[in-house]
């Protein structure tokens, strides 16, 4: 069974910085664009960030570019996500999916097609 286990949050002040780690088994990783979403309490789901396997690219909501970074390692079949200068309204349980490459990329960020989900990672930034 494919497995996504997302790992790296944690409790941090304003202004600092946080890794998290998508690690993914029994999936043909280049085959797949990998998305991070995050929910706040009472908000519904959004699309932060994510990273074509095919193709390298990437895509990041207006919230987050200039701060966030994703990455690809397909040696370990691992997505990062560098979490810069981070804010108390980042705070979020963090998932990581993966879509197959072949759909749209305008989609990326809606959670809409995603096939896998792993479990969430909770982040939170203190003022």
């Known amino acids: 069974d494919v497995q996504l286990q997302a790992s790296g949050g944690g409790l941090l002040q304003a202004g600092g910085s946080l890794r998290l780690s998508c690690a993914a088994s029994?999936?043909?990783?280049?085959?797949?664009?990998i998305g991070w979403f995050r929910q706040a309490p009472g908000k519904e789901r959004e699309g932060v960030s994510c990273?074509?396997?095919?193709?390298?690219?990437?895509y990041y909501a207006d919230s987050v570019k200039g701060r966030f970074t994703i990455s690809s390692d397909s040696a370990k079949n691992t997505v990062y996500l560098q979490m810069n200068n981070l804010k108390p309204e980042d705070s979020a349980v963090y998932y990581c999916?993966?879509?197959?490459?072949?759909?749209?990329?305008?989609?990326?960020?809606?959670?809409?097609?995603?096939?896998?989900w792993g479990q969430g990672t909770q982040v939170t930034v203190s003022s």
């Open positions: 999916a993966a879509i197959p490459s072949y759909y749209n990329p305008y989609y990326y960020l809606s959670d809409r097609d995603y096939h896998y």
């Open positions: 029994e999936l043909t990783f280049a085959d797949y664009a």
């Open positions: 990273i074509d396997n095919t193709d390298g690219n990437t």
